[in-house]
């Protein structure tokens, strides 16, 4: 009785006959668009995002490692900085970040609000400061008269702009992937190598960690389970966060929604191919050497996870005024 509700559910939003019973036991479940949000903050944050005032150099904006054009990475093994300084970590794509159990590899911001601020005063990446952002945005009349209207306050602080931020971050997901379709209901959404290839991945133990409906991003986990990772003694992991020795070379589960876009892999981007990083993880992580055939299924359904990418104009931004503070040339 309750496969025929479904049925009549998905018959009655016209979906098609190519739809059969929603799959609703599987460990990954279905991307939802957020189920909230609020559109003038939204439109705030969006323009805050793609700002590159909001740095040092005047160059560098959250878009530039979170590029929302690129899978919400930079597809480069780290991010590049102020003064062209090279990170010591991958940029974790930002597409389906609200559904992170926290934020960064370490999880030492909680929220997207908490993760918002970090980089603009952080010295490697944009190398400003609270302060000097702040005395940027309140020379700009429109972005006063912008915060006035969504916030209500005459004054604007680093609260309200990673406030915005965060909103705007919360709209990029990521729905109606062909994964999802199949999850819905649609028997053909898959091909027969993908299906084989999410068998393998559940069978072989990957959905212990990567599950949900971010296929991941709901805890850390120890790179190098079964066989020792080469470490990167930069990045410490988690234990940087907790102080304990026991947490060093843990690191958040990657979401892999839209994982053939979000290149190189891991935390240090070593991993340059989807056929590399299957083959790692299934080493180092399960104790298991995938076939040739094995690798190339299990590719196949990690590629069907790539959902609708996030759609929009570009902001026009709220043009400098004379009294606003000039950037420090880049590189300088």
């Known amino acids: 009785m309750k496969q025929l509700k479904i049925v009549a559910i998905i018959a009655s939003l016209g979906i098609g006959a190519g739809f059969a019973v929603a799959q609703s036991n599987e460990p ?25 005032r909001l740095s040092k150099s005047g160059f560098i904006s959250c878009n530039s490692c979170h590029n929302l054009s690129m899978g919400g990475t930079d597809n480069i093994p780290t991010s590049i900085g102020d003064k062209w300084q090279q990170g ?11 559904l992170n159990v926290a934020q960064f590899w370490d999880g030492r911001a909680a929220d997207l609000k908490a993760q918002a ?11 400003f400061s609270h302060t000097l952002a702040i005395n940027v945005l309140e020379s700009i009349p429109q972005y006063v008269r912008e915060f006035k209207q969504v ?40 091909t027969a190598d993908e299906k084989a290839g999410y068998k393998l991945f559940k069978d072989s133990g990957c959905v212990a960690c990567h599950n949900g409906p971010a296929v991941g991003g709901a805890s850390f986990q120890k790179m190098g389970l079964v066989t020792p990772y080469k470490a990167n003694d930069k990045v410490e992991g988690r234990s940087a966060v907790t102080g304990k020795d026991a947490d060093r070379f843990n690191y958040k589960v990657p979401t892999l929604r839209n994982v053939e876009m979000t290149y190189p892999y891991f935390h240090d981007g070593a991993a340059n191919t989807l056929t590399e990083a299957v083959d790692v993880m299934g080493r180092v992580q399960l ?33 400098s005024s004379d009294k606003t503070p000039r950037p420090t040339p880049f590189g300088k």
């Open 28 to 52: 990954i479940q279905v991307i939802k668009p957020p189920a909230q949000i609020n559109l003038g903050m939204v439109e705030l944050g969006k323009k805050l995002y793609f700002d590159p």
């Open 88 to 98: 010591p970590i991958n940029a974790p794509t930002v597409l389906n970040s609200s």
């Open 117 to 127: 601020g970090g980089p603009i005063a952080n010295p490697g990446e944009m190398a």
């Open 151 to 190: 916030f209500g306050k005459d004054k604007v602080s680093i609260e309200e702009v990673t406030l915005a931020i965060a909103e705007f971050e919360k709209t990029l997901v990521t729905p109606n992937s062909r994964f999802d379709q199949w999850l819905l209901g649609k028997a053909d959404a898959l």
């Open 287 to 319: 104790g298991k050497k995938f076939s040739a055939d094995e690798n190339a299924k299990v590719v196949a359904f990690l590629k069907t996870l790539t959902g609708d990418q996030p759609n929009f104009a570009l902001p026009i931004l709220p043009p």
